[in-house]
């Protein structure tokens, strides 16, 4: 009964900028971490960026000083800028969200993965 839906992915030519959001919706509690990974044809998963509650940032270095996330805790919303995209930024990109549901359990944590957005930069 979660949802992580991502937009604002396309085709940007090097340089350009695109941003990205991921809503989470559904029966939802409390939202920890959410962050982003991103998988190339033919590569492994790579981590992004992510974002805690608090609104701690952490970045791959490859990313550093370019990406940009935010969150908006009041809309279970996450975000990413791109700046200065490079070819190599080319990648099918993932939201992901580390949450809280209540179940007949009690409170139960999860993580749920958005179905990506596709980022193509080209040269």
């Known amino acids: 009964q979660v949802q992580l839906v991502e937009s604002g992915g396309g085709l940007v030519q090097a340089g350009g900028s695109l941003r990205l959001s991921c809503a989470a919706s559904?029966?939802?509690?409390?939202?920890?971490?959410m962050g982003w990974y991103r998988q190339a044809p033919g590569k492994q998963r790579e981590w992004v960026v992510g974002?805690?509650?608090?609104?701690?940032?952490n970045y791959a270095d490859s990313v550093k000083g370019r990406f940009t996330i935010s969150r908006d805790n009041a809309k279970n919303t996450v975000n990413l800028q791109l700046t200065s995209l490079k070819p190599e930024d080319t990648a099918a990109y993932y939201c992901?969200?580390?949450?809280?549901?209540?179940?007949?359990?009690?409170?139960?944590?999860?993580?749920?993965w958005g179905q990506g957005t596709q980022v193509t930069v080209s040269s």
């Open positions: 974002i805690t509650s608090g609104g701690s940032t």
């Open positions: 559904g029966s939802i509690a409390s939202i920890n971490a």
């Open positions: 992901n969200a580390d949450l809280v549901r209540a179940t007949m359990y009690g409170p139960r944590e999860y993580t749920y």
